[in-house]
């Protein structure tokens, strides 16, 4: 049996009073605080738009492990899982010979209402010498600046604090905007830290922008993001010869 969850004693003597003392009142509350749901088991519900309360941080997720993309992505699904109009703008995706044309994140972001993505460059990684078109990595990147800031301007002028159409272009304003290898852009001199930084001052306060990629410290936004996690790579079976696989890396 576990001494203590979160602070709140779990003995025996304390689980099996039947008293309504205070002590035991406060003992019943804290369950419940302890207990989403109050122990019901979470069934799916209908997707209906909604808008968020408390929206509006700025989340960075940088470093040299597999998961940034992953990570983010999965926290747009969840919110689109609550209604919330969700966009994501990816700067660039390269990657092994082995990765494929279509990513399984796109068809799953086409099929789930109130998410949506553009791929904003082509696969290939700038300074990589895999083949791909540098010049085109460049100009891209730019066209990819640009668009983001439509999408700001375009929040800016929207009433986040009310439902979107799940089905509505970015164009009529999201809850949450993902800027997807944002920073890794930055890292390969695409656009500068000053051009990430201007995105910032052009959020509107209740959007939630999420910005992800690269494997250098943004420390340029240690003091604008409100969340910095650092995706560390303690081992990847790329390093015994592992290449991308279907359904995992795309």
Known sequence: MYD???????????TSETTDSP???ASSETVVENTPGQGRTPEAERIEPAAPAEFGLV???????????????????RAAGHGYRVHVLQF?????SSVE????????????????????????????ADGSDE???????????????????????ADLGAPLDLDGDPEDGVHMLVLDEVLYA????LFSADDVRDLLDAKPAD??????????EPTYLEERADLITNVRKEKHPIETGQRARRGTEF
């Open 4 to 14: 203590r969850v979160d602070g709140w004693d779990m003995s025996e003597d304390r």
């Open 23 to 25: 002590e035991s009142v």
């Open 59 to 77: 989340q960075v997720w940088w470093g040299d492990g597999k998961g940034k993309t992953t990570a983010t992505l999965g926290m747009g699904m």
């Open 92 to 96: 660039m995706k390269g990657g092994a």
């Open 101 to 128: 044309a279509v990513r399984g994140e796109y068809n799953a972001i086409d099929a789930l209402p109130g998410m949506s993505y553009e791929n904003l460059g082509h696969y290939g990684w700038h300074g990589m």
């Open 135 to 157: 010049a085109q990595h460049e100009a891209e990147a730019q066209a990819g600046l640009e668009r983001a800031r439509e999408v700001l301007t375009a929040a800016s002028e």
């Open 186 to 189: 930055v890292e390969r001199d």
């Open 207 to 216: 959007l939630e922008l999420v910005l992800s990629g690269g494997h250098d």
